[in-house]
T-cell receptor
Framework: GAVVSQHPSRVICKSGTSVKIECRSL??????MFWYRQFPKQSLMLMAT?????????EQGVEKDKFLINHASLTLSTLTVTSAHPEDSSFYIC????????????FGDGTRLSIL | SQELEQSPQSLIVQEGKNLTINCTSS?????LYWYKQKYGEGLIFLMM?????EEKSHEKITAKLDEKKQQSSLHITASQPSHAGIYLC????????????FGGGTRVLVKP
């Protein structure tokens, strides 16, 4: 089945650091990938839609300068949390779909980000 | 998400008992996806429903989408400890594109 790899699985860093998270589709090409954020005991909130070769589409309330998204190839999207602060601590998870009809989104294993 | 209501929020069932989770929207569900998540991990795809009245089953899990395409249910028969986790429904609320809106999730605990 379709596999999405997300790396790293866990990051702990100091306030002010920028953190990059990678999302790779391992056995299919994904023109579109999605980035979500999940707070403890809550559901997934879509942050942005990552489009290969073009700018990401951000959801309302998500700072595009804070959460930089790059989708440079059909198998890789990256999310960079710039100048991270403790309030950015969260579980970030990506998904990708082969893009053809009747194909679900497949999710990475998530990245737990802890900013000290 | 208020666009997609999921109930109950949590559920404790005795092993061997059945359970049902509901997902409801005031909007048309162009696609409805059920996922399972263990705490701190990614989502595992369970089932996808697109047609009104559609029903799919896999092992002991059955998912249905009503005729009006505004409500879906996930039913687990004879639950086992392996069924424990967080169940999430995700829906495409627009005809174009596959952006998903998720329900609040249902935490399931199966007591041995």
């Amino acid at each position: 089945g379709a596999v999405v790899s997300q790396h790293p699985s866990r990051v702990i860093c100091k306030s002010g650091t920028s953190v990059k998270i990678e999302c790779r589709s391992l056995d299919f090409q994904a023109t579109t990938m999605f980035w979500y954020r999940q707070f403890p005991k809550q559901s997934l909130m879509l942050m942005a839609t990552s489009n290969e070769g073009s700018k990401a589409t951000y959801e309302q309330g998500v700072e595009k300068d804070k959460f930089l998204i790059n989708h440079a190839s059909l198998t890789l999207s990256t999310l960079t949390v710039t100048s991270a602060h403790p309030e950015d601590s969260s579980f970030y998870i990506c998904s990708a779909s082969p893009g053809t009809d009747n194909q679900p989104q497949h999710f990475g294993d998530g990245t737990r980000l802890s900013i000290l | 998400s208020q666009e997609l209501e999921q109930s109950p929020q949590s559920l404790i069932v005795q092993e061997g008992k059945n359970l049902t989770i509901n997902c409801t929207s005031s909007k048309t569900l162009y696609g409805l996806y059920w996922y399972k998540q263990k705490y701190g991990e990614g989502l595992i795809f369970l089932m996808m429903l697109q047609k009104g009245g559609e029903e799919k089953s896999h092992e002991k899990i059955t998912a249905k989408l009503d005729e009006k395409k505004q409500q879906s249910s996930l039913h687990i028969t004879a639950s086992q400890p392996s069924h424990a986790g967080i169940y999430l429904c995700g829906a495409e609320l627009r005809a174009a594109g596959n952006k998903l809106t998720f329900g609040g999730g249902t935490r399931v605990l199966v007591k041995p």
